[in-house]
């Protein structure tokens, strides 16, 4: 029979500002059902003690020296760490978001989340579940919104990626140079990207047009 120690949920907090990481740990520690058994200053640090000491949970920041967020969780998946990780940052945006749920994050915080969210999402996610408070939530309702393009767009994408101009693309669909450009400004938006070449690459990701 495991002894209350044994039954802990094991964190290790990885931030690399120490005033950060003191308060999660003081958040953490009065709690009879969470001991943290290490924490980190940079991403590669985080790493090396994650393999070490083998967490159950992993309070992650995005934005560390050496190695991001990001890449230690690419790495975690790459070592098949049994460490659930929950990503706890400043950045909201959707873009961080999702690219912190498809590298296998557990969970996604806010550092100016309450002590009661924090304890829930360490709890949830030891037992196995994703925690995305309500206000992640609604960003990424939001985000995947704002960024739907419609028919016509993706059909003037698809010509770009084609290397047609603007003029060409017009012809095609039989509509006017200024049509299209218009098009293709609200495509930039919904994209976030900056240029044509951007926006074609952007689009191949999230498989909405392909290259031949």
């Not at 980190?40 to 985080?46: R, Y």
């Not at 989340?113 to 992640?136: F, K, N």
């Not at 012809?171 to 990207?193: P, R, S, W």
Request: charged residues 25%.
């Amino acid at each position: 029979m495991p002894t209350a120690d044994q039954a802990r949920i094991r964190i290790l907090v990885a931030d690399d500002h120490p005033v950060v990481r003191d308060g999660i740990i003081a958040n953490v520690k009065p709690q009879g059902d969470m001991t943290v058994v290490a924490q980190a200053g940079d991403g590669a640090e985080a790493l090396a003690l994650m393999k070490m000491t083998l967490p159950d949970v992993v309070l992650l920041d995005l934005r560390m020296p050496f190695m991001d967020g990001l890449d230690v969780l690419t790495q975690v998946n790459k070592s098949k760490l049994p460490c659930k990780v929950i990503v706890m940052t400043t950045f909201d945006t959707e873009e961080d978001i999702q690219r912190a749920m498809k590298a296998a994050a557990r969970g996604y915080l806010l550092k100016d989340s309450t002590q009661e969210e924090i304890l829930d999402a360490i709890r949830q996610v030891r037992l196995g579940e994703t925690y995305l408070p309500a206000r992640i939530v609604q960003k990424v309702v939001e985000g995947m919104r704002k960024t739907e393009l419609s028919p016509r767009e993706v059909e003037v994408l698809q010509w770009v990626a084609a290397g047609k101009s603007n003029k060409e693309i017009g012809a095609q669909l039989f509509i006017a140079e200024g049509t299209v450009k218009t098009h293709m400004k609200n495509i930039l938006e919904k994209l976030a990207v900056v240029g044509r070449t951007a926006a074609i690459r952007e689009a191949v990701n999230r498989g909405l047009v392909r290259l031949n």
